[in-house]
């Protein structure tokens, strides 16, 4: 708008109708000419940087990364569920390390320092995104790997546990002859005829786990037992973040287990009534979650001081409810899947046999280069002031994550005889890195959210879906009714938001009615 200073007209007339009657047109124009433009308005405050609730952008994670008949079977998974390829991705990556653990380490400077091929991915989306569908597609073949032995071993399984009941019952009886002995002769005599029906008794025979969905400290480490030392855990449910939180034992969870079979730090559990003696455990986990169960578990500082939070490679996609095309069947193809599964199935090859020791990957001199740069550029980053500090427990584990993806990587690429790792796996190992940076901030950003951030981060969706350049109280609670059935409750998140920059608030009288509130967005909100 422009407006304009006139000068005073005289003292019998009102206006400029009167000026013209009296004095004529010209008159009139003479004024105008003398008319001076009015000050401008004082200009608007200029909007600072908004702090957005638990949000921050994160780039796709290709399949590409993957070897070829992986990414083949990641990016159907993906189109066929309509999901973000970073759901398929790390899923495929949990299911290698499943595969893979235990039997292969490597050594990224050929020494003694070694890496266990064990990985922890979690991806985080809301419900409803199809996760399960995602993480029963990457599982299928490792379900029916471990249903084809089990039906293979069943007969000798029953005559082994048959021996070993009849074993038992012998050297039980034993035992009381033993102990009823009138001499020590009778009673050595019977003491050597235990000894031998328990040297004689056969190992006790299981079919064959690979994962398992749900499981305490305890089972857990009876499981590594059980299994060759290796276990892995593939979940769509907060179940087993939840008690490894110990949510369901008043905080007390034994997190031990858990963090030593990420490190393969030899495990040794003696207390009453059970004991576990494991040198090198291999735990791998594959986890599907929603964002608010993080949050919701990272109310525990123990989690993040324990180490436990830095050694997950997280993936928190950008969710695409609300813009899938519900028309479209992508069926994944019978070929894609069938190659999936024999590839997974030919390094499953010596599975469940006992391993001694696990074999060694070297890295090539130009796979050591390239790792060696990137583990230099993020040491660079995690001190004092630098772009990692916030989050340096992760990133200091990150060069030995990557070390692991590349050796996973190159077996999937060449086979359970690879002895090293080329230039081409380890690039794309980095390369998914570097991706992988933005997620783990956002991660952890999320995990220092609360309620009402969450609250918070739903109104300024809204609002970005919308294009809103102000909106009313009253349309932000009709447009979330769901949400927000309580007024305290939006007042709450609005308070946040006008706190941390993102709107402001303001009054818009109405003719004959009570004013509105009415909030202003922050126009760096619409495009950070």
């Known amino acids: 708008m422009v407006s304009e200073t006139f000068p005073p007209l005289a003292e019998n007339l009102t206006d400029f109708n009167d000026l013209a009657a009296a004095e004529g047109l010209e008159a009139v124009r003479e004024l105008i000419d003398q008319a001076a433009p009015a000050a401008p308005p004082p200009p608007a405050p200029e909007w600072p940087d908004p702090i957005l609730p638990g949000m921050r952008r994160v780039p796709d994670i290709p399949v590409t990364v993957l070897p070829d008949w992986l990414a083949a079977m990641a990016h159907a998974v993906a189109e066929s569920t309509q999901t973000p390829p970073a759901l398929a991705v790390m899923s495929s990556l949990a299911v290698l390390a499943t595969v893979l653990q235990r039997r292969f380490e490597v050594a990224p400077y050929s020494d003694s320092y070694t890496e266990p091929l064990a990985l922890w991915t979690l991806s985080a989306t809301p419900s409803g995104t199809r996760k399960s569908a995602v993480l029963n597609a990457m599982l299928g073949p490792l379900v029916h790997w471990e249903k084809l032995l089990r039906d293979r071993m069943r007969r000798e399984i029953v005559r082994v546990s048959s021996v070993r009941a009849v074993a038992e019952k012998r050297i039980e009886r034993l035992k009381q002859d033993a102990a009823k002995a009138k001499d020590s002769t009778e009673r050595e005599a019977l003491t050597a005829e235990i000894e031998r029906e328990q040297n004689d008794m056969p190992d006790e025979l299981r079919a064959p786990r690979l994962f398992t969905g749900d499981t305490t400290a305890e089972r857990l480490q009876a499981l590594l037992v059980e299994h060759g030392e290796r276990m892995a855990v593939h979940s769509d449910e907060a179940g087993i973040f939840l008690i490894m939180a110990g949510i369901y034992n008043g905080g007390a969870s034994n997190l031990d287990v858990f963090l030593q079979g990420h490190a393969g730090t030899t495990m040794r559990v003696d207390r009453a009534g059970r004991s576990a003696h494991i040198d090198q455990p291999a735990l791998s986990f594959g986890l599907l979650l929603q964002p608010g169960v993080m949050a919701e578990v990272a109310s525990s500082r123990r989690f993040r001081d324990s180490g436990l939070l830095a050694r997950f490679l997280y993936a928190i996609p950008v969710s695409n409810v609300g813009s899938r095309d519900v028309r479209k069947r992508a069926p994944i193809p019978d070929g894609v899947r069938d190659e999936y599964e024999r590839r997974l199935h030919q390094l499953l090859e010596g599975v469940p046999a006992p391993i001694a020791a696990p074999k060694t990957l070297t890295l090539c001199e130009a796979a050591r280069e390239i790792w060696l740069d990137m583990s230099e550029a993020i040491e660079r980053e995690q001190g004092e002031g630098g772009r990692y500090e916030s989050i340096s427990d992760w990133t200091s584990k990150l060069p030995g994550a990557v070390a692991r993806i590349a050796a996973l990587l190159q077996l999937a690429t060449s086979g359970l005889d690879t002895k090293e790792v080329g230039f081409e796996c380890m690039d794309n190992a980095v390369t998914l890195a570097r991706l992988l940076i933005p997620h783990a901030q956002a991660a952890f950003g999320m995990l220092g ?13 809204w609002v970005r879906v919308h294009g809103l350049a102000e909106f009313t109280k009253r349309e932000a609670q009709r447009a979330q009714e769901g949400r927000f059935r309580s007024v305290d409750r939006l007042q709450k998140a609005l308070d946040r938001l ?31």
């Open 449 to 461: 959210t609360d309620a009402t951030d969450v609250d918070a981060g739903a109104i300024v969706r």
């Open 498 to 528: 006008e706190h941390q920059d993102v709107v402001r608030s303001f009054k818009r009288h109405n003719k004959g009615a009570p004013p509105s509130t009415c909030y202003q967005v922050n126009p760096k909100a619409l495009s950070t």
